[in-house]
């Protein structure tokens, strides 16, 4: 059922308390919620999205005292959710024990991720269903990340018992994970938070997480995902015969004007406004052609995140 954001508060509230699925959305992109204490509902979302087991969810909560409840906090994590909570910041703290998060969410690690979406639908949704909320990105696993309703339809429509529709999610890319749980501050997912705006409030650098494949700190970070059904060539300086082309700025490669089809993610070169159009571009595209070419992308600011969701989109499949 997709309703107005609005009216379906009530509805989505029940549709929890039933152990159901709800999409919320958030500044980031939509996504896939469920009661994060009933094990029954979060299971349901593994099933639902085509999920591993092994990867694990984000919890979703009103407020850093919220939060608190369910993790232990460092000195970092107080500097960083008070510099950027509400928003697209998630972090990976100790999980205290008995806190009632169902085991699956955290699929068996001693951490877990939280964070305080700023939208003001998944705030009035976490306010009146008065629990924690398991939420994943609400796509298929694997498949491109939904920043309107209707890609949420497109996905899962028949998994979900509520699609509450607001309008296209302003930020576009998951949020920026930071894992706090070790030695040092790790940058766990590159995402909507610039990572240097973090690391000016910690005042050090973010180390790298260790590559995928062998990382329990990092399970998410599959190298085959965010991916179309259409083959990706980044980097283009020119545009190959039956391609489709995802652009960037005002300066279009060689053989532009014989793109079947393009979309601009910023026509004037700015990198927040290319976020947000970044993956319904992806998904307009990839219903047009079976071949992608992609401009290059600064690597500055959300460019990171950007070109992260790029090389994942273009590694090979298995
Ligand atoms: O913006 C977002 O973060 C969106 C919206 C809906 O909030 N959610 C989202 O969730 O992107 P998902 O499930 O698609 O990505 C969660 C990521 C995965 O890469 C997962 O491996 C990682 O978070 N993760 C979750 N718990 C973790 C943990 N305890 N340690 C390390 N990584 C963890
Ligand atoms: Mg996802």
Redesign the pocket.
């Known amino acids: 059922m997709k309703v107005a954001a609005g009216e379906g508060i009530a509805a989505a509230v029940e549709a929890l308390e039933r152990g159901e699925l709800v999409a919320v959305p ?1 500044e ?4 896939l919620a469920a009661d994060a204490t009933n094990p029954a509902a979060v299971g349901r979302i593994y099933l639902a999205k085509g999920r591993p087991r092994f ?4 919890v ?1 909560v009103t407020s850093a005292a919220a939060a608190m409840r369910h993790v232990r906090f460092n000195a970092d994590a107080e500097k960083l959710a008070e510099a950027f909570w509400p928003g ?1 910041l ?1 972090l ?1 703290l100790p999980l205290r024990p008995d806190t009632g998060i169902a085991d699956l969410v ?1 699929a068996g ?1 001693d ?3 939280v ?1 305080v ?1 700023a939208d003001p639908v998944a705030q009035a949704l976490l306010a009146a269903s008065a629990r924690p909320l398991a ?3 609400a796509n298929r696993s694997g498949h491109v ?1 939904p920043t309107t309703a209707a890609h949420v339809v497109d996905d899962l429509g028949d998994k979900v018992s509520v699609i509450l529709a607001a309008g296209a999610t302003p930020v576009g890319l ?2 920026t ?1 930071v ?1 706090l749980a070790g030695d040092r501050p790790l940058l ?2 590159a ?2 938070l610039a990572r240097s705006r973090i690391e000016a409030v910690l005042g050090r650098s973010l180390a790298a997480a260790a590559p995928a494949g062998d990382a329990p ?5 599959l190298t085959s995902h965010y991916a179309p059904a259409a083959m990706v060539r980044l980097d283009a300086t020119e545009v190959r015969e039956g391609e489709g082309l995802l652009a960037f700025g005002p300066d279009l490669p060689v053989g532009a004007e014989k793109a079947v089809a393009t979309v601009n993610l910023s026509p004037s070169g700015e990198l927040a406004e290319a976020a947000a159009n970044f993956f319904a571009g992806l998904r307009k595209l990839d219903r047009l052609v079976s071949a992608i070419a992609v401009m290059p992308i600064p690597d500055a600011g959300v460019g990171e995140a950007i070109n992260d969701r790029l090389r994942r989109a273009a590694a090979p499949r298995s």
């Open positions: 958030t980031t992109v939509y996504g990867n694990p969810l984000i979703h697209p998630t990976v955290t690690l951490t877990l991720a964070r979406p939420a994943p990105s990340s998951e949020s994970i894992g766990l997912r995402g909507g700190t990092a399970p998410g970070m």
